[in-house]
């Protein structure tokens, strides 16, 4: 059997235990090289992943363990997502914790939280999917608490906890509910199973339940978000990035792969719960993030709202829509981790100046940015404007094919609230622009840190590369969706 | 193998924004501009010695995303050779019209060479996901010149503008997906192209006809804009630095006259109820006639009067699109480049006596012929154009619509004659009257008359419209060439 398919994975894993280990007898002076070799990880594991070739196929690449673990497009397509946001964090990263003794452990979680979700990607059976899950979470846990003297970031960690803790046993509860009812974890056999023998009312609709209450905690949707902003806004800037573009997603796509493989059968009445789902999230995340103060805050509720445009490939389930989602999905990666990381680079600067800086991350904070910080700006200009969904920028490509698939299948109030609420968001991101650009200055100049500059210089790069010339992520994304029968 | 002309009049204003945006001397971002929006006016000129208007002409055409059926693909025809030529005289005019911009130069004048980049992207474009890009990217660098050059309501004026146009063009977007996969549907074959997907029109199901035509139309008419969706632009204008307000009126308005030619032209006869839709957009022209030249007389700031004078004049271009006569249907086109001239000579006067006098209150002003005579002639030569002095292009235009559209909708004419025309020739006339002649206020204090470069510019624009007044045949031969394929493919 060819195991070379798993070389990410193993790379990835490998490292992080050997960053752990090293960390325990490196000097400080020297731990920086570790958040490099992370680096030089991902960045292996990436190239291996576009080298491979399995992106630009439908067909499945090798199966594992027992059917346990799959490689297709899909899975290729979800760790590039995760590794490049890791990537980007890991980057900026070097520089916020260069003098923090305790980084080879950040390291190590960050890579463990990134071989969690890639498990996710590509698990073909529940119990490894549970367990993948589970992975990432702890690990995210505890970098949500990552900066220990921080008592918001002790909250965030504590309140992503709990809530955390408990919607995983209620999503293990569905997932169990499904074994009982089809007598197998295997993903393709549950829904051959159900394709079958059919589905009885009572546990379909329990098993759908606990299922979607599981994985809209982790995808943010209203009105399992409530974590979101609280835990987006207190956790380390980097592990706000993380959460909403990298963790968010690994929820996407075990939703994809129990959803859409597994409970076909259950398509309408999926359907219609998302449906509701979807226009609740847009609508309410980006009504509340106009009376934001908080940078962060504002961008976790604009990341509820745009889960809410995501969850739109779960009501059309289209070929189109579904890959126009996987598109979203890498966009939103890229445009939200790097408005993360302009975050974390304004209140860093700020932090260098003084260290008793409260609320740095306000808008007040921001006011003349581009005279302050002038490359940070214009990065967070692109950002937001990507956000926003403006061309020629990755969120436009996005949304153009997402709503457009709307549109081929006749979803037309669907589209309207969504065209509605994307103008509506318009209106927080120009806020955002105005004190950028608009507004005095709010102090003197800062010197912008360099690996923050790299790490937003690679996501604008990523959301131009997509905006510009869409057609080979289309392809992937095509592909991707074609490999879950799309 | 021939030079891609039309990438270049994109791509060459966009090296000149991003060296505008980098320069660090106020020299720099200032010569670069103006050199990086003239080369596309050479190009233009040579083209249009060259022009056959009757088919799309210096066609490029690309894959861009194969899976849709999305290319790059740019050419000129009769209808949009005019307008690029008006694009790229109005730019460099205005960026030497603001030679004496002082605040952020760099940006400032980059953002003036993005519009470029953008109107001519619109103008040019073949296939419908471009058009709309580049429908999107006229949007941003406005925005940013009202809301940091803008006057004191810009924060509103600004966000007003961004979000109200947006939305109109997504309204627009979800148009043009309906008339993509309802052809997906029938053929089979992914095909953003506009040509094609206008032409596949006429066979869709009457049940979606009418959204789809409803749809793009209300796209363009914010655009133009027609009452009763015009509350942006008074607002946006008035806000809007001078050399902002000139691009928005002369070019970014042009546009939703110019989705009328190319787009919705095409389909009018297929529509459900012809009629009916003739009817609702001629109602709406005469309204935007009338209803906007009242509006004017009303105003006591002289750029808002010449903000409502707009809507009064696009409300023109309406009017000879809905007629569907050549005659009128060229003379629109040719209004739509009028005005574009016209309008810019308004705006700079405004820009100007604001800048000199620090009020445009026209009740406050009052003899500023006394202390700027160069600018009153300038000025009333621009105020004689828009209010339709024959032996100016603004007569020929207005004319020929009229004239045109009296055979079929004479009811409106008539309206439009009685309700605007003697309107049109009170607002300016009272307006020049009070604000230059007469008696001169002292309270204005010292008021000095406009830069040489301000002169030069206005002068230029003044000469032009009395040129095409009195020599409509360079350019009216090509749009009325444009004007015929469109009816006759249209089947009119």
């Given amino acids: 059997m060819n195991y070379s398919p798993l070389i990410p994975e193993l790379i990835v894993v490998l490292v992080g235990l050997i960053v752990v280990f090293f960390g325990l007898f490196l000097p400080l002076r020297v731990k920086k090289g570790l958040g490099c070799i992370s680096a030089?990880?991902?960045?292996?594991?990436?190239?291996?992943?576009?080298?491979?070739?399995?992106?630009?196929?439908?067909?499945?690449?090798?199966?594992?363990?027992?059917?346990?673990?799959?490689?297709?497009?899909?899975?290729?397509?979800?760790k590039l997502v995760f590794l490049a946001v890791s990537l980007i964090i890991v980057i900026a990263s070097i520089k916020r914790y260069?003098?923090?003794?305790?980084?080879?452990?950040?390291?190590?979680?960050?890579?463990?939280?990134?071989?969690?979700?890639?498990?996710?990607?590509?698990?073909n059976d529940l119990v490894t999917l549970f367990i993948g899950f589970e992975l990432a979470s702890m690990s995210t846990y505890i970098l949500a608490g990552f900066d220990k003297t921080n008592p918001k970031s002790l909250e965030a960690a504590m309140k992503y906890y709990i809530i955390g803790s408990v919607s995983s046993a209620i999503m293990l509860f569905g997932l169990s509910l499904l074994y009982g009812v089809t007598g197998t974890t295997n993903i393709e056999g549950i829904s051959a199973y159900i394709a079958a023998n059919g589905i009885a009312d009572a546990p379909g609709i329990a098993i759908l339940v606990f299922l979607i209450a599981g994985f809209a905690f982790k995808m943010a949707l209203v009105p399992f978000h409530m974590w979101a902003p609280d835990t987006y806004e207190g956790a380390p800037t980097m592990i706000s990035a993380m959460l909403a573009a990298g963790s968010k997603k690994m929820g996407f796509v075990a939703a994809f792969k129990v959803f859409i493989v597994a409970l076909i059968a259950l398509r309408l009445d999926l359907q219609s719960v998302f449906f509701i789902l979807a226009i609740i999230t847009m609508t309410y995340g980006n009504v509340v993030a106009i009376s934001q103060k908080s940078i962060k805050r504002m961008l976790a509720y604009s990341s509820v709202a745009q889960a809410g445009y995501i969850a739109m490939a779960f009501v059309i389930m289209t070929p189109l829509a579904v890959g126009a989602g996987m598109l979203y999905i890498l966009s939103h990666a890229f445009m939200k981790s790097g408005a993360f990381i302009a975050v974390g680079a304004v209140t860093h600067m700020l932090w260098t100046k003084n260290k008793n800086v409260e609320n740095a991350d306000y808008l007040k904070n921001f006011a003349g940015l581009a005279q302050r910080a002038p490359y940070t700006a214009l990065a967070m200009l692109i950002f937001v404007f990507a956000l926003a969904g403006i061309p020629p920028t990755a969120g436009f490509v996005s949304k153009f094919f997402l709503f457009s698939s709307a549109i081929q299948a006749g979803y037309i109030s669907l589209v309207v609230i969504a065209i509605l609420n994307s103008a509506l968001s318009l209106y927080y991101y120009a806020r955002l622009v105005k004190y950028m650009y608009v507004l005095p200055p709010a102090g003197e100049t800062l010197k912008e840190p360099r690996a923050y500059l790299l790490a937003m210089l690679i996501a604008i790069i990523a959301i131009f590369a997509i905006g510009i010339y869409p057609a080979p992520f289309l392809d992937w994304a095509m592909n991707a969706a074609a490999t879950i029968g799309m | 193998m021939s030079l891609p002309l039309i990438s270049l009049m994109i791509v060459i204003p966009l090296l000149g924004a991003i060296i505008a945006f980098i320069s660090k001397t106020r020299n720099q971002a200032r010569y670069a501009a103006i050199i990086a929006s003239i080369i596309p006016l050479l190009i233009t000129v040579k083209m249009y010695f060259q022009l056959d208007p009757s088919k799309m002409w210096v066609v490029e055409s690309y894959d861009w995303i194969p899976l849709a059926g999305i290319k790059y693909a740019v050419g000129v025809d009769g209808i949009s050779m005019p307008l690029i030529l008006l694009a790229n005289i109005v730019i460099p005019l205005t960026i030497l019209f603001a030679f004496g911009e002082t605040k952020q130069t760099s940006k400032f004048y980059g953002l003036l060479l993005l519009e470029q980049v953008g109107v001519i992207g619109v103008f040019s474009s073949l296939d419908f996901f471009m058009f709309y890009i580049f429908w999107e990217v006229t949007l941003i660098p406005m925005y940013f010149l009202i809301s940091i050059w803008g006057g004191p309501r810009k924060d509103y004026a600004a966000i007003k503008f961004f979000i109200y146009t947006h939305v109109a063009s997504l309204v627009m977007l979800l148009a043009?997906?309906?008339?993509?996969?309802?052809?997906?549907?029938?053929?089979?074959?992914?095909?953003?192209?506009?040509?094609?997907?206008?032409?596949?029109?006429?066979?869709?199901?009457?049940?979606?006809?009418?959204?789809?035509?409803?749809?793009?139309?209300?796209?363009?008419?914010?655009k133009m804009p027609a009452v009763p969706f015009h509350t942006w632009l008074p607002d946006a204008h008035v806000e809007a630095p001078t050399a902002g307000s000139v691009v928005l009126a002369a070019l970014l308005l042009k546009m939703g006259g110019y989705g009328l030619f190319r787009v919705m032209l095409p389909m009018l006869p297929h529509t459900t109820n012809t009629s009916m839709v003739i009817t609702v957009v001629a109602?709406?022209?005469?309204?935007?006639?009338?209803?906007?030249?009242?509006?004017?007389?009303?105003?006591?700031?002289?750029?808002?009067?010449?903000?409502?004078?707009?809507?009064?004049?696009?409300?023109?271009?309406?009017?000879?699109?809905?007629?569907?006569?050549p005659l009128s249907v060229t003379g629109a086109m040719y209004q739509q480049f009028s005005h574009g001239l016209i309008t810019c000579i308004l705006f700079m006067s405004c820009g100007i006596i604001q800048h000199g006098a620090h009020t445009r209150i026209i009740n406050d002003l009052g003899g500023l012929v006394q202390k700027m005579p160069k600018l009153t002639f300038l000025m009333l030569g621009g105020f004689l154009a828009s209010l339709g002095l024959p032996g100016m292009s603004g007569f020929i235009a207005e004319f020929t619509i009229l004239a045109?559209?009296?055979t079929t909708l004479y009811v409106y004419v008539l309206i439009a004659v009685f309700g605007g025309i003697a309107v049109t020739a009170a607002y300016h006339l009272w307006a020049i009257q009070k604000a230059m002649f007469g008696v001169f206020n002292e309270k204005l204090g010292d008021v000095h008359d406009m830069a040489r470069y301000e002169m030069i510019s206005m002068a230029i624009l003044l000469l032009l419209v009395i040129y095409f007044g009195i020599n409509p045949d360079s350019v009216w031969n090509v749009m009325e060439a444009g004007a015929n394929i469109v009816l006759a493919g249209a089947n009119i």
Avoid: C, W
Avoid at chain 1, 57 to 75: H, K, P
Avoid at chain 2, 190 to 219: C, E, H, R, T, V
Avoid at chain 2, 296 to 322: E, P
């Fill in chain 1, 40 to 78: 030089l990880a991902l960045i292996a594991s990436i190239v291996y992943i576009l080298k491979s070739g399995v992106l630009s196929t439908s067909e499945r690449a090798g199966v594992y363990f027992y059917e346990a673990y799959a490689i297709d497009s899909l899975s290729q397509f979800f």
């Fill in chain 1, 98 to 123: 260069e003098d923090n003794k305790y980084q080879d452990e950040y390291y190590g979680l960050l890579l463990f939280a990134t071989f969690g979700m890639m498990i996710v990607a590509s698990s």
């Fill in chain 2, 176 to 222: 043009i997906f309906s008339l993509y996969f309802t052809a997906l549907a029938k053929t089979g074959i992914p095909n953003f192209d506009m040509a094609y997907l206008i032409g596949m029109y006429s066979g869709f199901d009457p049940a979606i006809k009418d959204i789809i035509f409803f749809a793009l139309l209300f796209g363009f008419l914010v």
């Fill in chain 2, 283 to 325: 109602i709406i022209a005469v309204v935007s006639i009338v209803y906007g030249a009242f509006l004017a007389l009303a105003q006591k700031d002289l750029k808002k009067m010449v903000a409502y004078s707009s809507i009064s004049h696009m409300g023109y271009v309406t009017l000879g699109f809905v007629s569907l006569v």
């Fill in chain 2, 404 to 406: 045109g559209a009296i």
